[in-house]
């Protein structure tokens, strides 16, 4: 069905392509043929006013501002009754006309093209949601962390082995985010993503959950105390690697972290798991 839609917008987007073009090219004919250069060129850059209208702000100030256009027209082939040849020139009436064409030819054309970046833009983001890599970090994402969830589970319950997992956030990141710049961002998910990798186990796998609110998840075979040890070197390190970053040191920018451990009899589900951690992280002081 999403293919269909994808198709059809293609369709009108190319559509109204040709619409658009075939327009300007009729207006340049009818344009040579009437021959009144500089009302020509006045109605011609009122109607490239208007497609700027037309692109940047939508349909209703492009109908507004062509029912403008046309009074102007109006009143200056009335002005051009009354005080100069008393005739008017009905070949320009065409202008009346043209713009409002131009206009929804336009609008349909960009219409289609934003839904298909729309549609774009969703599959690539499904894509990296179900993938099982982050691309930007090269983490294991929220579909791997799940299923190595059920993996870490099963062995314990075979060799009764613990299992617990830490989540790691930023703390106040809405405040944060509105403070810092695009790049800034950009170093500080890598900054805390190096750290983790760095601090962590080789058997202790980690995970990016979550992007736009950044939440890094780990497993580890052990128990509640070996993770708050594990955690707490990670935290160590975060804070020694943002006091030497200096695009990061001015911020007070720390860690929370939420552990919880899998319980088969309470725990069902490989999510059961991950909302216990990330519910912990809110009392991480």
Known sequence: MDNKNDEKSS?????GLLIFISLFSATA???????????????????????????FFGLLPSLISNLVFIAIQVVAMIYQYSSKTNQISWQLSFWMIIPILLSLALYSMTQNQITLQKANGELRTSLIERGAFDEQTNLRTTVAYIEDIAVFAETNRRFNIPVTTAIIKIRYFDDLKRMMSREQLKDLLKLATDTIK????????????????????????????????????????????????????????????????WNAETMKTPYDLMNAGIHETQYDV
């Open 11 to 15: 369709l009108y987007q190319d559509i």
């Open 29 to 55: 004919i009818l344009m040579a043929l009437t021959g009144d250069i500089l009302l020509n060129v006045l109605y011609l850059f009122g109607t490239l006013i208007i497609m700027m209208i037309t692109y």
């Open 198 to 261: 760095e601090e962590t186990r080789t058997n202790d796998v980690t995970y990016l959950l979550n992007n736009e609110d950044p939440t890094w998840a780990i497993l580890l075979y052990t128990n509640d105390k070996g993770a708050q040890i594990a955690t707490k070197r990670i935290k160590a390190g975060f804070e020694k690697n943002i006091e030497a970053d200096n695009s990061l040191n001015t911020m007070a920018i720390t860690m929370v972290v939420g552990i919880a451990s």
